[in-house]
């Protein structure tokens, strides 16, 4: 071999050491990615009077679904339907028109900003 060729092989094969001693020394952390959890269902955005129920849907708009939902309407003055279930039903603002599923079925209307009714609630809040 030619020296140049010999100082080239030399330099390889240090290049090669000292990049397998640099990444030996070099470890990365355990991380906790995956072993916490944080379930956000309708439950856990629903007002504190309606912690109470049991929800299982959260619905943005005007009307339910048949389960238990947490129904939040829109910014303007509407009318909302719970449309069966147990429901959270929320007022946006304007004036709302409240409608749950008759009082025994439990569901609690709150109105938001503006004058709302209520109709077929078993508890209300304006």
């Known amino acids: 071999m030619t020296s140049p060729l010999r100082i ?6 240090l290049a090669v050491s000292a990049i397998a001693v640099f990444t030996s020394g070099n470890t990365v952390p355990a991380t906790s990615v995956g072993q916490q959890q944080l379930v956000i269902d309708a ?4 007002p504190a009077a309606c912690a109470a129920l049991n929800l299982t849907t959260v619905v943005a708009g005007t009307t339910g679904t048949a389960g238990n939902d947490l129904l939040l309407g829109p910014g303007a003055g509407s009318t909302l ?3 069966g ?3 959270c039903i929320v007022g946006g603002g304007g004036n709302d028109n409240v409608n ?3 009082p025994k079925a439990g569901d609690v209307c709150i109105g938001g900003p503006g004058t709302d ?9 304006q």
């Open 85 to 87: 279930g147990v429901d």
């Open 43 to 46: 439950n856990a955005l629903a």
């Open 117 to 125: 009714s209520f109709h077929q609630c078993q508890n209300t809040q």
């Open 8 to 13: 080239a092989v030399l330099v390889v094969v």
């Open 81 to 83: 339907r719970g449309n």
């Open 100 to 102: 749950g599923n008759g």
